[in-house]
């Protein structure tokens, strides 16, 4: 079972986001969240030829995969979540703080691929996975306000999810960066059950 992990992990997403695909709360906001989410499924799918992580990286991976998707089935400020939103007094949906804090397990299949391929020292691979997830944190948080303008309208203010936040997206880079701490920690005492994957040998001209 253990073996076949990642591509029964890949086929449960796939369905799960069949059903979400269907009847969204807006179709424009689901196309605007999910284009970065089929963009990701792909590139690690395509990618598996040639490098295959772990399990455990696999795993983290998809959390933001299908959190995402909820969030652009419902759009992120309307996902069923009043629960928690009660059971912790909160103010507002955090829904989305959750995706956000997903996308920092990124760090750990970018700190496993730098490590089997012993391409940095593992300080720097710790630094480094952690300096990229915030780089992509804040690149995405600026792709957010450019859509929100572009489109206007109800659109735009789902897309954004602020929900009347003024520090939302300083609040979500945040969570992002806590992710990102998390999955190094999770990744450290890991390192060493990994078998190193070298780099092929480059030829000579």
């Not at 829904?95 to 490590?115: I, Q």
Request: glycine residues 6%.
């Amino acid at each position: 079972m253990a073996r076949w992990f990642p591509e029964v992990l890949a086929a449960t997403f796939l369905v799960f986001f069949a059903i979400l695909g269907v009847s969204p709360a807006s179709r424009a906001v689901w196309w605007a969240e999910n284009i970065p989410v089929m963009a990701v499924f792909l590139f690690f799918v395509v990618a598996s030829r040639w490098f295959r992580f772990s399990n455990p990286g696999y795993a983290l991976m998809a959390v933001w995969l299908f959190l995402h998707t909820i969030g652009g089935h419902y759009t992120f400020a309307n996902v069923p979540f009043g629960f928690v939103t009660d059971l912790f007094g909160f103010s507002r949906n955090h829904f989305d703080r959750m995706a956000h804090f997903a996308v920092g397990f990124y760090a750990f299949a970018l700190a496993e691929y730098l490590w089997r391929r012993r391409l940095a020292h593992p300080v720097v691979i710790a630094v480094f996975s952690v300096t990229v997830i915030m780089a992509v944190a804040c690149a995405y948080e600026i792709i957010e306000w450019w859509y929100a303008v572009a489109e206007g309208g109800e659109a735009g203010v789902e897309f954004l999810g602020s929900q009347g936040d003024v520090w939302d997206a300083q609040k979500d880079m945040l969570a992002d960066t806590l992710g990102a701490l998390l999955a190094v920690g999770l990744f450290w005492p890991y390192r060493h059950r990994l078998p190193v994957t070298a780099a092929a040998p480059t030829r000579p001209a």
